[in-house]
Nanobody, 129 residues
């Protein structure tokens, strides 16, 4: 079965850190741009961070620069999102996605992940005291 499987969400206090993982099952991520998206309660899905196929280019939501870091390990077909200095407004369901379209306009794809080939099931991140 071809899918993305996320892990690493949970409950954390403001200022804390979490690392999300997203593993590809049944395929490899080498030929895919990858990204993280989130949907907060009552809000639309938004892009968090995305990375090009070879990892040479990354984009981040302006409000998250310096706090979140995206990375990928193609040998493990896994992508990561390191989240530091978490705030209550980071509370959301986080989704990973992969897109094979080439070339891809990374910044455009990273707005909401339209035309992604695969989506993870989502993992809840709750930031609260």
């Amino acid at each position: 079965q071809l899918q993305l499987v996320e892990s690493g969400g949970g409950l954390v206090q403001p200022g804390g850190s979490l690392r999300l993982s997203c593993a590809a099952s049944g395929f490899t991520l080498d030929d895919y741009a990858i990204g993280w998206f989130r949907r907060a309660p009552g809000k639309e899905r938004e892009g968090v961070s995305c990375m090009s196929r070879r990892g040479g280019r990354t984009v981040y939501a302006d409000s998250l620069k310096g706090r979140f870091t995206i990375s990928r390990d193609n040998a493990k077909s896994t992508i990561y999102l390191q989240m530091n200095s978490l705030k209550p407004e980071d509370t959301a369901v986080y989704y990973c996605a992969a897109a094979k379209k080439s070339p891809i306009v990374l910044g455009t794809w990273c707005t909401i992940g339209e035309n992604s080939d695969y989506w993870g099931q989502g993992t809840q991140v709750t930031v609260t005291a």
